[in-house]
């Protein structure tokens, strides 16, 4: 899902300034439909790595606070768990 609120309204015309061009070129008008280009181009090219050490209570915690960093993630191991 989107975040509410994530770009103030000059994060938002500097965006609409830069996707113009590529987002016109796909077929797009409109303020609307080219910030929904540009969210789609987001969700499409950006990979976000995160690294955790799955060393101690902090790591659990976050696991229960954010579940999806296990249900909706590929995790690799690196390195032999801990015991």
């Known amino acids: 899902g989107e975040v509410p609120n994530l770009f103030n309204a000059e994060d938002k015309v500097t965006i609409l300034e830069l996707c113009t061009s590529v987002a016109t070129a796909a077929g797009r008008k409109g303020h609307a439909e ?22 101690g209570e902090a790591f659990r915690r976050r696991v229960r606070m954010f579940p999806a960093i296990v249900n909706c993630c590929t995790i690799d191991w690196f390195m032999e768990w801990p015991e």
Do not use: D, G, K, T
């Not at 789609?40 to 995160?50: A, D, G, S, T």
């Open 34 to 55: 080219i910030f929904a280009f540009f969210i789609e181009q987001c969700r499409r090219y950006l990979h976000i790595v995160l690294a955790l050490s799955p060393v």
